[in-house]
DNA sequence: GTCTATACGTTGATAGAC
DNA sequence: GTCTATCAACGTATAGAC
């Protein structure tokens, strides 16, 4: 049930693992909460089923960086689709920086071996640009951290950004704005 | 008492605001529970002191990027003391992460007052940088968030830090090393 | 499939002995 | 100040009518 999902999305993010209630999720999504316990048994498999369904988007994120490809235009995509990630589903990004700032109890396995495996991939797609001197020599997992960190941010601190906007929302031309200027930033700073 | 509010950062940094409980935190600091809310009244108000106690050793860091000195020694002073208290108190900072990630309810009128103050003074000052042909021309603030997010995800991502590095523990020298490429990305990214 | 009513466990908070 | 015992509120989950 797709509202059901969307509603716990929100609401997970809102409150926590801890802190959302079936009753809320319930209640947002429109129908009492025996519902929700039909649809998806227990609070702890709808929990999964929100990460996993956020990992759709986040692995066609992730893809945009592709491994053959130059520098330049590897880094441009992968900040752009990360910027417009955040921007498109902060509480499925906020969800999941929940669930790692807990300790990622759940999502340990993906983190080990899918996450782990196109990371190591990456890793040696930049230290061969360096070797090929098309970048500067950098340190491959703290420019992938910077580039995740930043990006995320947006989504995961997007009430902190707000306020520090003088609470006025960020517009959709003001973050085509910012997402230029933190591809620029990265971009420079690898020496592009 | 301080071996309370210790355990408390911690229960709060790995089970969040909700799901911590005063059992826990009281097991941790080991004595009963009965004692903690003795001490603290409520959960509530322990969750606040915990976020305030943070706040010190968070203004430290602050305090040093000063305004009045040129680009490179305070971005990389203001770097690495970041990056030091993401080491250093790991756990204060999930919590206040938590705490941001679920829209700031506690901490909203901090963040608009002291921290907006702090930001506005540092964006005039690399303003000031900028007019005075110093650093690139870089959007104030997206430099700042850039900053805030990477440091401050070495502590808060730490689970995932650590997975990535095929699940060894950073040592304290690693964590130098990666404390100085920080820093280079941070400065190269404004030309430095 | 949908909903109301309810059982059962957990947790914040306190009473009251020491 | 410290601790054990206890309670009231809340939240997950299900039974069972429709």
Redesign the interface.
């Known amino acids: 049930m797709a509202v059901i999902l969307e509603a716990a999305e929100r609401v997970f993010?809102?409150?926590?693992?801890?802190?959302a209630t079936t009753e809320r999720i319930a209640r947002e999504a429109g129908l009492p909460k025996a519902n929700v316990h039909y649809y998806f048994k227990t609070k702890e498999n709808l929990y999964r089923q929100v990460l996993a369904h956020i990992l759709d988007d986040w692995m066609a994120a992730a893809s945009t960086f592709e491994p053959g490809h130059e520098p330049e235009p590897a880094l441009r995509a992968y900040v752009t689709a990360k910027m417009e990630l955040s921007r498109k589903r902060p509480y499925g990004s906020?969800v999941w920086?929940?669930e790692?700032?807990?300790?990622?109890p759940v999502m340990?396995k993906f983190?080990?071996t899918t996450?782990?495996t196109w990371?190591d991939e990456r890793v040696r797609t930049i230290e061969g640009w360096i070797e090929d001197g098309k970048i500067?020599a950098?340190?491959p997992?703290?420019?992938l951290?910077?580039i995740?960190?930043?990006t995320?941010?947006?989504a995961?601190?997007e009430?902190?950004?707000v306020?520090?906007?003088?609470?006025k929302k960020i517009t959709d031309k003001e973050y085509q704005?910012?997402i230029d200027?933190?591809v620029?930033?990265?971009l420079?700073?690898?020496?592009l």
Do not use: P
């Not at 790692?100 to 990622?104: E, K, Q, T, W």
């Not at 306020?163 to 609470?167: F, R």
């Not at 420079?188 to 020496?191: D, K």
């Open positions: 993010a809102l409150y926590g693992h801890k802190g906020r920086a929940g790692v700032l807990s300790g990622a340990e983190l080990g996450l782990k990371m500067r950098v340190d997992s703290a420019l951290f910077l995740w960190a930043t995320q941010h947006y995961d601190f009430r902190q950004v306020i520090l906007n003088g609470g704005a910012r200027e933190v620029a930033l990265v420079r700073s690898v020496g």
